[in-house]
């Protein structure tokens, strides 16, 4: 039971370009998020999914997609990376919203 | 807006004293408050969390104190010590399907030896 998994741990993108971040869970858990994590700024919440196929906008969606074809996945998309969006990204999920959630351990961006 | 506030900023405690983090809402229709502890390079772990039916919750060395009419809740850590240090994260939530954690900015705790 490995959890939530994230990768990669680390990426440095320059401004323009694409990439996604990858996450995996592994507990059957219905609900799953993407926070980012800023100095100072705690955990804001970028999107969310409560089940395979629906997925909706947080705190601060702008520039970022998200899909949910699987329970297990929830790919966030960077479509043109800018440096705004330098940040350590959270993926986590629960069984259904508003119960404990579970945390990966991180992937650290950084945009130049 | 800020709908989850928490205080303060960085706390530094000695081995063996208590260390408390506060944190207050808006929105009164929070009904699920947990506290993450996240320590360097991982995610943050649940710790502990209180729904707003019992004032106080204990575990271990943890406690959480709710004052629903304050609109406030805080982790108290009894006899901290070192291994305690990391950054704590308040946060809330209501049900239903809008029910996504709302966190606060973060304390980060450093107990000394």
């Known amino acids: 039971n490995a959890g939530v998994t994230q990768t990669p741990k680390f990426q440095v993108l320059k401004t323009g370009q694409s990439m996604t971040l990858q996450c995996a869970q592994d507990?059957?858990?219905?609900?799953m998020s993407w926070y980012r994590q800023d100095p100072g700024m705690g955990l804001r919440l970028i999107h969310y999914?409560?089940?395979?196929?629906?997925?909706d906008q947080g705190e601060v969606p702008n520039g970022y997609n998200v899909s949910r074809s699987t329970t297990e996945d929830f790919p966030l998309r960077l479509l043109s990376a800018a440096p705004s969006q330098t940040s350590v990204y959270f993926c986590?999920?629960?069984?259904?919203?508003?119960?404990?959630?579970?945390f990966g351990n991180g992937t650290r961006l950084t945009v130049t | 807006q800020q709908q989850v506030k928490q205080s303060p900023q960085s706390l530094i405690v000695q081995k063996g004293g208590i260390s408390i983090i506060n944190c207050a809402y808006e929105n009164t229709a929070f009904d699920y408050f947990p506290w993450y502890q996240q320590f360097p390079g991982k995610g943050p772990a649940l710790l502990i969390a209180i729904r707003p039916d019992v004032s106080e919750k204990k575990e271990g060395r943890f406690t959480i104190s709710f004052n629903k009419s304050a609109k406030q809740f805080s982790l108290h850590i009894m006899d901290s010590q070192p291994g305690d240090s990391a950054t704590y994260f308040c946060a809330a939530s209501k049900g239903g399907s809008q029910g996504n954690l709302i966190f606060g900015k973060g304390t980060k705790l450093s107990v000394k030896p």
């Open positions: 999914s409560v089940g395979a196929g629906i997925t």
């Open positions: 986590a999920s629960s069984f259904v919203v508003n119960s404990p959630l579970h």
């Open positions: 507990m059957n858990h219905e609900y």
